[in-house]
């Protein structure tokens, strides 16, 4: 069974830290690109990063670069997004992903409340 569960979101004041997790199981993250979208109500998903298994190739949003960095614990299967710098902006929910390199194939979690507020 396919599955992508994200833990780590939660309330943090601006200028702090948190970093999520989000761990698969159910299929070979080496064949696929991983990464986040985040979505506020209203507003359109905004990819925030990602990272490409097979060649490692990362990508971030302009908004969040230098503050957020993406890795994976290739042991646990498990992605992290390590967010620092923390803004009001950043609120929203984050979500998840997977996609299958050269194939629309894509699965996704949940998703993770993030609320940065004083």
């Known amino acids: 069974q396919v599955q992508l569960v994200e833990s780590g979101g939660g309330l943090v004041q601006p200028g702090g830290s948190l970093r999520l997790s989000c761990a698969a199981s159910g299929f070979d993250l080496n064949y696929y690109s991983i990464g986040w979208f985040r979505q506020v109500p209203g507003k359109e998903r905004e990819g925030v990063s990602c990272l490409n298994n097979r060649d490692r190739s990362t990508y971030y949003a302009d908004s969040v670069k230098g503050r957020f960095t993406i890795s994976r614990d290739n042991a646990k299967d498990t992605v992290w997004l390590q967010m620092n710098s923390l803004r009001d902006e950043d609120t929203a929910t984050y979500y998840c992903?997977?996609?299958?390199?050269?194939?629309?194939?894509?699965?996704w979690g949940q998703g993770t409340q993030v609320t940065v507020s004083s």
């Open positions: 992903y997977a996609r299958l390199i050269g194939s629309n194939t894509e699965y």
